[in-house]
């Protein structure tokens, strides 16, 4: 790849005062706490302006091609002519039998298909979660949040006047976390429980010791457990993709009854573009009463007030021809003819060598175990180097075609730290990002 050179006394790809100048007239104030979306437009800019390819680690983007199956199933709905029908907002009812089969297989949980709802992506399912969850009962307050998480969900309940709290897992794992978590429950205002499982943007995985922790005490203190499983079977280091046969994804859902568990297509599926999500919510939640919820919705029924309150307010259903997809993916993938487990192995190859030349060049992993083993590879994880924070390390990695988005937005304390994602990054970019990492180490030398 050819590199643009527009500043031969520094010697870095893009001028400095280049990057300095975009940062400025994009309106960002702060770069340590630019969204993701405000680093992509960012890097936009910064492309058009000067040519320059991108090494692009700022946005979680599949890179590999969507399910067949379900590309295929969509343009045979829509010929069939669905366009023109309203979708059942419950979800078609072969989706929801996919569904309930897909939870049973990979999970090992029983769950009803009528607790099992198609929605816009996960984003769709968080807010749909955050509007009736943490409106059951007018004597709590909202989230806790187990970080570092993704930062927008942080913003959905903020945006829905709601309160949350969090704290950094990372030095409470294992044993250690039943202390702290009690301590943050123990006030008695807390609503639900959020975390992501593997963990965006750590990729740290919680084992069953630690979900069976989460499971009890939620139950103790009467908290639904939102469980974020946007990296499904993409701890790579065990293998979940065979149907119906253990191991399984770990699960909170083994531990407690009430809970919700948001699986997304968009990664696991390379289905991103069709913002095919499921929501599902144990049996037991669903046909559970709250009496505060007819402050908002017209039953008190906890499944009724999230199906014909919570998504039917926020879209009336998802686009009917990627119901039929989604359902033709599960399927699929049920049946044992679409191992879409074996498809993303991709990412953790990509991240194995990418994690390979930071570390050449001076970086370290900033969270780099779990637990006592070695941090698996996935679709994140997270960079720093020495004598930098991760404003001024993103903002100087910018003059240098890479971007990434800073750990401050992620709820983590570790504020030297950036998260890189894979999936953008093309196999054929590898010995750029070399190029370019090492004549960053030789501009910032590092101070023995």
Same mark, same amino acid.
């Given at each position: 790849?050819?590199?643009?050179?527009?500043?031969?006394?520094?010697? +870095?790809?893009?001028?400095?005062?280049?990057?300095?100048?975009?940062?400025? @007239?994009?309106?960002?104030?702060?770069?340590?706490?630019?969204?993701?979306?405000?680093?992509?437009?960012?890097?936009?800019?910064?492309?058009?302006?000067?040519?320059?390819?991108?090494?692009?680690?700022?946005?979680?983007?599949?890179?590999?091609? @969507?399910?067949?199956?379900?590309?295929?199933?969509?343009?045979?709905?829509?010929?069939?002519?669905?366009?023109?029908?309203?979708?059942?907002?419950?979800?078609?009812?072969?989706?929801?039998?996919?569904?309930?089969?897909?939870?049973? %297989?990979?999970?090992?949980?029983?769950?009803? $298909?009528?607790?099992?709802? $198609?929605?816009?992506?996960?984003?769709?399912?968080?807010?749909?979660?955050?509007?009736?969850?943490?409106?059951?009962?007018?004597?709590?307050?909202?989230?806790?949040?187990?970080?570092?998480?993704?930062?927008? #969900?942080?913003?959905?309940?903020?945006?829905?006047?709601?309160?949350?709290?969090?704290?950094?897992?990372?030095?409470?794992r294992g044993e250690?976390?039943?202390?702290?978590?009690?301590?943050?429950?123990?006030?008695?205002?807390? @609503?639900t429980i959020l975390?992501?499982?593997?963990?965006?943007?750590?990729?740290?995985?919680? +084992?069953?010791?630690?979900?069976?922790?989460?499971?009890?005490?939620?139950?103790?203190?009467?908290?639904?457990?939102?469980?974020?499983?946007?990296?499904?079977?993409?701890?790579?280091?065990?293998?979940?993709?065979?149907?119906?046969?253990?191991?399984?994804?770990?699960?909170?859902?083994?531990?407690?009854?009430?809970?919700?568990?948001?699986?997304?297509?968009?990664?696991?599926?390379?289905?991103?573009?069709?913002?095919?999500?499921?929501?599902?919510? *144990?049996?037991?939640?669903?046909?559970?009463?709250?009496?505060?919820?007819?402050?908002?919705?017209? *039953?008190? %029924?906890?499944?009724?007030?999230?199906?014909?309150?919570?998504?039917?307010?926020?879209? *009336?259903?998802?686009?009917? *021809?990627? #119901?039929?997809?989604?359902?033709?993916? /599960?399927?699929?993938?049920?049946?044992?003819?679409?191992?879409?487990?074996?498809? +993303?192995?991709?990412?953790? /190859?990509?991240?194995?060598?990418?994690?390979?030349?930071? %570390?050449?060049?001076?970086?370290?992993?900033?969270?780099?175990?779990?637990?006592?083993?070695?941090?698996?590879?996935?679709?994140?994880?997270?960079?720093?180097?020495?004598?930098?924070?991760?404003?001024?390390?993103?903002?100087?990695?910018?003059?240098y075609g890479i971007?990434?988005?800073?750990?401050?937005?992620?709820?983590?304390?570790?504020?030297?730290?950036?998260?890189?994602?894979?999936? #953008?990054?093309?196999?054929?970019?590898?010995?750029?990002?070399?190029?370019?990492?090492?004549?960053?180490?030789?501009?910032?030398?590092? /101070?023995?």
């Amino acid at each position: 790849m050819r590199e643009k050179i527009e500043n031969y006394m520094e010697n +870095t790809p893009i001028n400095r005062k280049t990057v300095s100048n975009a940062i400025s @007239s994009s309106g960002i104030t702060d770069l340590g706490y630019a969204s993701i979306r405000e680093i992509v437009k960012l890097v936009n800019i910064l492309g058009n302006e000067t040519g320059v390819e991108f090494i692009r680690m700022e946005m979680g983007v599949p890179g590999l091609p @969507s399910a067949e199956v379900g590309v295929n199933a969509e343009i045979d709905a829509l010929r069939k002519g669905v366009a023109s029908i309203y979708p059942d907002i419950e979800g078609l009812p072969e989706f929801k039998t996919e569904a309930s089969r897909f939870v049973k %297989l990979f999970l090992d949980i029983d769950v009803s $298909p009528d607790c099992c709802v $198609p929605t816009a992506g996960s984003m769709m399912g968080g807010m749909a979660s955050f509007m009736v969850a943490n409106r059951n009962d007018r004597t709590k307050e909202g989230t806790l949040f187990i970080d570092p998480g993704f930062p927008v #969900q942080k913003t959905q309940t903020r945006i829905l006047g709601q309160d949350y709290r969090s704290f950094d897992v990372y030095n409470y794992r294992g044993e250690k976390l039943a202390a702290k978590l009690e301590s943050m429950l123990e006030c008695g205002k807390v @609503s639900t429980i959020l975390y992501s499982n593997p963990n965006n943007p750590s990729w740290i995985c919680f +084992t069953e010791d630690e979900l069976r922790t989460i499971g009890r005490l939620a139950a103790r203190y009467d908290v639904i457990v939102v469980e974020d499983l946007a990296y499904f079977g993409m701890d790579f280091r065990t293998d979940y993709s065979q149907p119906g046969i253990p191991p399984y994804q770990p699960t909170v859902a083994k531990y407690c009854d009430d809970y919700i568990l948001l699986i997304s297509g968009s990664k696991v599926f390379s289905y991103a573009g069709q913002r095919a999500g499921l929501l599902v919510m *144990s049996d037991h939640l669903y046909n559970r009463r709250y009496p505060d919820l007819l402050r908002y919705y017209s *039953s008190d %029924l906890f499944g009724r007030a999230m199906i014909f309150g919570a998504l039917y307010a926020l879209s *009336s259903g998802v686009a009917h *021809s990627v #119901q039929y997809g989604f359902t033709a993916i /599960l399927k699929a993938v049920n049946e044992g003819i679409y191992n879409f487990v074996e498809n +993303t192995k991709e990412y953790g /190859l990509k991240a194995a060598a990418m994690k390979d030349i930071f %570390l050449k060049h001076g970086f370290t992993i900033v969270y780099d175990r779990d637990i006592e083993k070695p941090l698996a590879d996935g679709f994140y994880f997270t960079i720093s180097y020495p004598g930098f924070s991760g404003a001024t390390l993103l903002q100087e990695l910018l003059a240098y075609g890479i971007a990434a988005i800073t750990l401050n937005i992620t709820g983590s304390e570790r504020t030297e730290g950036l998260r890189a994602c894979v999936s #953008q990054v093309k196999r054929e970019q590898l010995p750029v990002l070399d190029g370019r990492l090492r004549l960053f180490r030789e501009n910032n030398p590092i /101070l023995k």
